[in-house]
């Protein structure tokens, strides 16, 4: 039997010294060896179990018990297409078996403030932020759950591309928006790829942030990431703007990605959908 020390090695294309005399199995061992899955067979996935998933994902945590998120089983085919159409390349997510929609919802308990004669005086970032706190630990537990039960998930943030056409299509309220969907079904390859993640010296810090060694470590990061799968050209970033590269780091393609606003009319579409953000 396999130890945790070998899918942690996986995890980060280095050996750490952790996990020799755990046993590679149970929660531990399938997180670690998680990763997006895109591909799905055609077998549904029965409602009984959806239900018990999003019992799952309500399970979360949520901040002050406030509960400020919704989650849109999107079964329509029409409206799956409609969706499909509007995301930009989103074209597999509404095909897969079940394709959810996690919303940071703060108009629910707005609702419920006119019902009990309160004033509601946190349409504000404090509130925002809550919100998708709320939405995006559930979607993880919601992961968690799928993926013990067998099932592939992905996250797909381009229903953000056209927010106000999918708001509209899903009858969002003011308050109410989608932080990212969810496609999910029984994975084509039951063994995902394995995403490496930047090392615990990047990441993590002790007492204190440091980053002193960030870009040598990152550099390395670089290293192992492309031995492990390099990037092809279709993958990169902008090559119009940068050329294409047989060496295209992450650290070369995550800033040739961020080089350019992703979204950048989010926040207007955010104050005009019931939050004063500023
Ligand atoms: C909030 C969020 C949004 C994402 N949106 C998309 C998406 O629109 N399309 C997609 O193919 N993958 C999407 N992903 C998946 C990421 O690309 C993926 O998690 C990342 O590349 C790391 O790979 P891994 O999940 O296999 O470890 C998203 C993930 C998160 C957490």
Known sequence: MSSLKELVAGRYGIELDCGADMAAEG??????SRGSQRHYTDEPVTDDLLQVLLACAQSAPTKSDLQQYSIIVVKDGALRQKLSDQ???????????VFLVFCADIHRIRQL??????DHQNDNVDTFMNGIIDAAVAMQCFINAAEAAGLGTCPISQIRNKIDETCELLGLPEGVFPIAGLAVGWPQFPTPRISLRLP???????DRYDESNMPANVEGYDQRR??????????QRHVDKYGALDYCPWSENVTRQLSHPERPGFRDFLNKHGFKLG
């Open 113 to 118: 403030a006119g019902v009990r004669g309160h």
């Open 200 to 206: 615990q010296s990047v990441v993590v810090h002790t």
């Open 226 to 235: 492309h031995a492990h799968t390099p990037l092809p050209e279709a993958k």
């Open 87 to 97: 995301g930009g390349g989103m074209d597999w997510p509404p095909k897969a078996p």
């Open 27 to 32: 929660t531990l061992a399938q997180i670690l």
